[in-house]
């Protein structure tokens, strides 16, 4: 089964400490996981989509966000919490970019399309957050009929109770196989 990676917002408001809706040290300790596995994706010659939240101001607050959080993601915001340098060196040959203002990288965004175009039945989601945009992401691919697998260490929810609630719907509720950095 042909199969594509989600790096979902791994970005600098999320990630850095003074990102707007930073989850600190603990988004921070999963960076070396997720450089790990992008490293092998780039080995295994595989495709990664790089997800990314990408809010602009003047239509922000018409967003149901804006109820709830703050104003992110918005220029640097956005920005992958990845060295530049970095990935570039370790980036795989088959990388794209997916820009979304919903929780779900496939609301309102072209990756469902691009992925049937491309044959891809499985996804294998990383990122933040665990319990909000990561889990969003699996519901509808869950109910677009792809097979789905989580890295749990490659994921950091809002809260640690958020994310083991995630992982916990994501094995019981939409079949996903929960694995770690290690079984790639």
Same mark, same amino acid.
Not at 39 to 51: H, Q, S
Not at 152 to 160: A, F, I, K, Q, R
């Given at each position: 089964?042909?199969?594509?990676?989600?790096?979902?917002?791994?970005?600098?408001?999320?990630?850095?400490?003074?990102?707007?809706?930073?989850?600190?040290?603990?988004?921070?300790?999963?960076?070396?996981?997720?450089?790990?596995?992008?490293?092998?994706?780039?080995?295994?010659?595989?495709?990664?989509?790089?997800?990314?939240?990408?809010?602009? %101001?003047?239509?922000?607050?018409?967003?149901?966000?804006?109820?709830?959080?703050?104003?992110?993601?918005?220029? %640097? /915001?956005?920005?992958?919490?990845?060295?530049?340098?970095?990935?570039?060196?370790?980036?795989?040959?088959?990388?794209?970019?997916?820009?979304?203002?919903?929780?779900?990288?496939?609301?309102?965004?072209?990756?469902?399309?691009?992925?049937?175009?491309? /044959?891809?039945?499985?996804?294998?989601?990383?990122?933040?957050?665990?319990?909000?945009?990561?889990?969003?992401?699996?519901?509808?691919?869950?109910?677009? /009929?792809?097979?789905?697998?989580?890295?749990?260490?490659?994921?950091?929810?809002?809260?640690?109770? /958020?994310?083991?609630?995630?992982?916990?719907?994501?094995?019981?509720?939409?079949?996903?196989?929960?694995?770690?950095?290690?079984?790639?």
């Amino acid at each position: 089964m042909k199969r594509a990676y989600l790096l979902i917002d791994y970005v600098y408001d999320f990630i850095d400490d003074q990102g707007v809706l930073s989850l600190g040290k603990r988004g921070q300790a999963i960076r070396p996981n997720i450089l790990k596995v992008i490293n092998d994706i780039k080995e295994k010659d595989e495709t990664l989509y790089v997800c990314n939240d990408n809010h602009e %101001k003047e239509s922000y607050n018409y967003s149901p966000e804006s109820k709830l959080f703050p104003l992110h993601c918005n220029k %640097k /915001g956005s920005k992958l919490a990845i060295d530049e340098e970095l990935f570039s060196q370790i980036m795989p040959k088959r990388t794209y970019n997916i820009s979304k203002v919903m929780y779900s990288s496939f609301n309102g965004t072209v990756l469902n399309l691009v992925l049937q175009q491309q /044959g891809i039945r499985e996804l294998v989601l990383m990122g933040v957050c665990t319990d909000i945009c990561v889990l969003h992401t699996a519901i509808d691919a869950y109910n677009l /009929g792809y097979e789905i697998t989580v890295i749990s260490d490659c994921c950091c929810g809002l809260t640690d109770e /958020g994310h083991q609630f995630a992982i916990n719907h994501f094995r019981n509720t939409l079949g996903a196989n929960i694995i770690t950095s290690k079984d790639i």
